[in-house]
Every structure is written in C-alpha cells, then in structure tokens.
Nanobody
Framework: QVQLVESGGGSVQAGGSLRLSCAVFGYTYSFNSMAWFRQAPGKGREAVALIYTNTERTAYADSVKGRFTISQDNAKNTLYLQMNSLKPEDTAMYYC??????????????????????WGQGTQVTVSS
C-alpha cells in the first residue's frame, strides 16, 4: 500500500526558508509524476510544483517560480520542496501527491489535483509578516 508522509512544515518569518520532505513507502515501481499542492483556509487546492520522476522535468506555479524548487532523491524515496523568500501568502497546508499515470496538464505544465491518486496527510506552513 502506497503511503506518502510529509514533514518539514513550520512557522517562519517572511523572507525565510523551509524545506518540505515527502517520504514514499510501499510503492512497487516508479511514479510517472509527483507534485506539491497547497490549500489555504477557504480556498481550493492549488498546484505548486510538479516533477516527472524519470526525466526530472519540472513545472511551477507562477506565484512560486524562482523561489521554490521541487526535487527528488530516488535513493531515499523522498520528494522535496525547497521554499525560499517565503511570503505570507504562501501560508497553507502543503500536500505531496503521486500518480503512476501520466497526468493531463494545463498550459502551465501543472496537473490538477484529480489527476493524482496518492496523497499525503499534509504539513502546515505559516509565514508571518
């Protein structure tokens, strides 16, 4: 049974950095794609970053380009999201997600939440001004 377990969230001041981790357990072969999503209170789940696990090709939401970096460590079965220059508007619950199928993406290169079958429980990121 596939399990995704996020960690690394916390509270930080604006301009600070955090690195989120998503450990993967129980999968039998490589996912096609993994992604980070976030959801602020009262808002929908927003795609933040995507990585194709075989090619390591990435895509980012415009709001995080140049500040966030998605990466993977296959030896550790872990997905990362390095977040720099954090802003109060980055405050949200962050989720990692994975799919074995190639997701259907928008012109942004990101895929919607319904394209992903496997989800973690989320880790909270709070950025204060």
């Amino acid at each position: 049974q596939v399990q995704l377990v996020e960690s690394g969230g916390g509270s930080v001041q604006a301009g600070g950095s955090l690195r989120l981790s998503c450990a993967v357990f129980g999968y039998t072969y490589s996912f096609n794609s993994m992604a980070w999503f976030r959801q602020a209170p009262g808002k929908g789940r927003e795609a933040v970053a995507l990585i194709y696990t075989n090619t390591e090709r990435t895509a980012y939401a415009d709001s995080v380009k140049g500040r966030f970096t998605i990466s993977q460590d296959n030896a550790k079965n872990t997905l990362y999201l390095q977040m720099n220059s954090l802003k109060p508007e980055d405050t949200a619950m962050y989720y990692c997600a994975a799919t074995y199928s190639r997701p259907s993406t928008a012109v942004t290169g990101l895929a919607p939440a319904y394209e992903y079958k496997y989800w973690g429980q989320g880790t909270q990121v709070t950025v204060s001004s």
